[in-house]
């Protein structure tokens, strides 16, 4: 590596670290993550089997005084109709359709009702990493945008050209470091929420079913947060170098949400394009998160044994990577042309 880089590169690290605004932005995600956390946590309890015996006397408890309650409704029918009383059952109510059928569940799942609820970690872990991403691409996405903004606004960028006046190389490198400084934090605030919501659930919840497989599987998924992570951070970096300022990286974003993701949708919606949503982003999101997402459209059918089969449209997550990777490889493409045409002052 050419030494005029790797020293730059040392100094933005270096950077990235002592600003303020990033040490901030990591005690507040860390703070966020430990107050959902505690709210884990206060909303958890332990079923004991002591817990499960009385959730189960209680179910059949319930089940025997509907028993009792509808054998009684039966009773009084039969003998309201043999008398000519027709006012609550008049000729030709079937009294027996008031007779207990049963609750369609057996006392053990009616009981499983009644326990009350426990984190278990291994069915929960999906949705703890859906909010562990959406928290971290924020972070990303601000901290990325202010890493090169706060440059431009303060006319740092102006001193780092005197000092490396290639202008390609200088972005690239500040991009390279913001984008590893933003992995390691992520990397960390992960570990600090997957491992404090273990901590919970082997305390206070369930860790059952936490085989190899599943940690093979919450290995992978970490992985593509953290991918989803350094592209947030791409993007804000990208937007926020070419509008000279943070607050167009946050502006473009809002409007983005405003025009896009609600506009649109109801744009193509009302002139019946088949799947709007796969023209904006979020499924895309969700695709490569979940490895899978499907959208249907129930205007459309194929039938099969004259029952309506939606259309489909399927997402993966190979194709969400490229819908993702390409908007944020052409962003930064735009970012980088922009910044070698344009004047800096």
């Known amino acids: 590596m050419n030494l005029h880089v790797l020293n730059l590169a040392r100094a933005e690290w270096s950077r990235f670290f002592a600003r303020r605004f990033n040490r901030i932005m990591v005690l507040f995600i860390l703070a966020l993550f430990a107050a959902i956390a505690l709210g884990y946590a206060a909303n958890t309890e332990p079923i004991t089997p002591e817990a499960v015996a009385r959730a189960r006397v209680e179910a059949q408890a319930q ?36 007779r207990f059928k049963g609750t369609g569940f057996t006392v053990d799942e009616y009981a499983q009702s009644m326990l009350p609820h426990q984190f278990r970690f291994v069915p929960e872990s999906d949705g703890v990493l859906y909010l562990a991403a959406a928290i971290l691409c924020m972070f990303a996405f601000v901290v990325g945008a202010s890493f ?32 590893a400084g933003i992995f390691v934090v992520a990397l960390g605030a992960l570990a600090f929420w997957l491992g404090t919501l273990w901590t919970i659930a082997a305390a206070r919840g369930s860790t059952a079913g936490a085989t190899s497989g599943f940690w093979q599987s919450l290995s992978l998924s970490s992985l593509r947060v953290l991918g989803l992570t350094l592209a947030a951070a791409a993007v804000g970096f990208a937007l926020a170098s070419m509008g000279r300022h943070t607050a167009m990286a946050l502006g473009f974003f809002i409007g983005y949400l405003l025009v896009v993701e609600l506009g649109a949708r109801i744009v193509f919606g009302a002139v ?30 194929r039938f099969s044994f004259d029952v309506c089969e939606p259309t489909r449209y399927v997402i993966t997550w190979s194709s969400a990577a490229w819908v993702i990777g390409l908007i ?8 980088m042309f922009a910044f070698r045409r344009r004047d800096v002052a």
Do not use: H
Not at 66 to 87: D, F, L
Not at 150 to 175: I, Q, Y
Not at 328 to 335: I, K, R, S
């Open 272 to 301: 019946n394009i088949a799947f709007p949503e796969r023209f904006t982003l979020l499924p895309y999101v969700v695709g490569w998160m979940s490895k899978k997402y499907v959208l249907y459209d129930y205007d459309v059918c």
């Open 63 to 98: 089940i025997d005084q509907q028993i009792r309650y509808m054998e009684a409704e039966y009773q009084r029918c039969v003998t309201g109709q043999a008398a000519g009383e027709g006012k609550d059952f008049p000729p030709g109510f079937n009294c027996e359709d008031l």
């Open 328 to 335: 944020a490889a052409l962003l930064v493409g735009g970012a």
């Open 148 to 179: 090169v903004g706060a440059e431009w606004t303060s006319g740092g960028m102006t001193n780092l050209l005197l000092w490396r006046p290639r202008r390609l190389p200088l972005l690239a490198t500040k991009l390279a470091t913001g984008l």
